[in-house]
């Protein structure tokens, strides 16, 4: 039975969709079709399900218990040119959910309370272009222009083990900070450039509050502005003997949003620290440490860290992870989640199936367990 609800989230502070460009690498499907002859990409056209189930065993009183929900999502670009200088190529993601068995509404995480999403899988039950926009890449590959309706969370605050709701941690608080406000996908432009081969500056600005998933420019002003830049580092010190791969991202962005408890807008600023680090062949360690303002995000301050495992108990195309995230929300109180995740493919097919356990308290629910699983197919 394929069961989907849609996440409840504040006007001012909207779930951001999930992000297909790293799902086609994470399931696993890396086909690619229709090549120029020059071997450059012409198109793609990737689908992705996702079937998720979870139930609490503490709710708010009259609120449901379980959902089940079916995530699709279909991506991939149009590359009209791509050669040793540079490419350009249009890029496109379509997206929605489909309920059955149970109404999309309310979610899980209204029934726990929290307008944080504990399945960041998740995104409206229309099916429409959550992302549609120009990627151009010159000066042999070593600056990267994007321009048109994106999200941010596809290129800032992106993490190894720790970005990605279908193929690592589900819980929003682990695929990015809630100190940092991303809107959801609206209109917006960012740019990167390799500084060498080891760093990379990013430079972004988006509509800080896009009204619809397809009305990415409506209600965009000089006010209405999410303003962020990043610097990625990427490093190898040697642990235990070996020198092992980690990335450490510095991350400061401005909010211009709607003044949620009086007339006008409020802007304000905010910091945050993002890395991961491999420590043995088969291990990763994450974390993210975040403040800003309290007036223009959920939350002021906020940590997280977990650990993922890459092929645990010798079983192949596996893996498990821990997390967990602190929290202080700008509208008072504190919340802890805990995620535990396990996935595997099973054989000869591209199907990956594995339980997601969650543990979620804040001032409003003295703790409840959240037992789930998680089903996706790449085509």
């Known amino acids: ?26 399931t696993g499907h890396h086909d690619r079709h229709d090549l120029l002859k020059d071997g450059s990409l012409k198109f793609t ?8 189930y979870q139930h609490a065993d503490k709710v708010l009183p009259g609120m449901p218990h379980s959902k089940a929900v079916l995530y699709y999502d279909v ?9 040793d200088d540079g490419l350009g190529q249009l890029f496109y993601e379509m997206q929605g959910n489909i309920a059955g068995g149970t109404s999309p509404n309310p979610s899980l995480s209204s029934s ?6 504990m399945n960041d899988i998740l995104t409206s039950v229309d099916y ?58 609206g209109f917006g432009a960012n740019i990167e450039f390799d500084l060498d081969e080891n760093k990379i500056f990013r430079f972004g600005m988006s509509n800080s509050e896009p009204i619809t998933r397809t009305s990415g420019i409506r209600g965009m002003s000089s006010d209405h502005l999410f303003t962020i830049a990043e610097l990625a580092i990427t490093a190898t010190p040697s642990i235990q003997e070996q ?39 088969n291990t990763t360690l994450f974390g993210r440490l975040g403040w800003g303002d309290s007036e223009v995000t959920p939350s ?30 700008s509208s008072g109180g504190e919340q802890n989640i805990a995620e535990w995740f396990y996935r595997t493919k099973l054989s000869d097919t591209n199907v990956y199936v594995g339980p997601v356990v969650q543990y979620y308290d804040d001032d409003n629910l003295d703790g409840s367990m959240i037992y789930g699983i998680r089903t996706s197919l790449s085509f």
């Open 243 to 281: 020198e092992r791969e980690g990335h450490y991202r510095f991350l400061v962005w401005n909010n211009g949003v709607t003044n949620s408890s009086g007339t006008g807008n409020v802007e304000g600023w905010g910091f945050l620290v993002n890395l991961d680090q491999k420590v043995y062949d």
């Open 128 to 185: 429409e272009f959550s992302a549609l926009y120009w990627q151009q890449s010159l000066g042999n590959h070593g600056v990267r222009l994007r321009v048109g309706k994106l999200g941010v969370s596809s290129f800032f605050d992106t993490n190894a083990i720790a970005n990605d709701s279908v193929a690592d941690f589900m819980a929003e608080g682990f695929n990015k900070s809630i100190t940092n406000p991303m809107p959801g996908n």
């Open 1 to 26: 039975m394929f069961i989907f609800p849609c996440l409840l989230c504040s006007t001012l502070f909207s779930q951001t969709v999930p992000n297909h460009e790293y799902h086609m690498h994470d």
């Open 300 to 329: 002021d301050f906020s940590f997280s860290a977990g650990i993922e495992f890459d092929e645990p108990f010798n079983v192949e195309n596996s893996k498990m992870g821990f997390a967990y995230q602190y929290a202080e929300l």
């Open 112 to 117: 726990l309370g929290s307008p944080y999403a």
């Open 45 to 52: 056209f990737e689908p992705l399900l996702t079937w998720t």
């Open 75 to 83: 991506g991939g670009a149009f590359t009209f040119w791509n050669d």
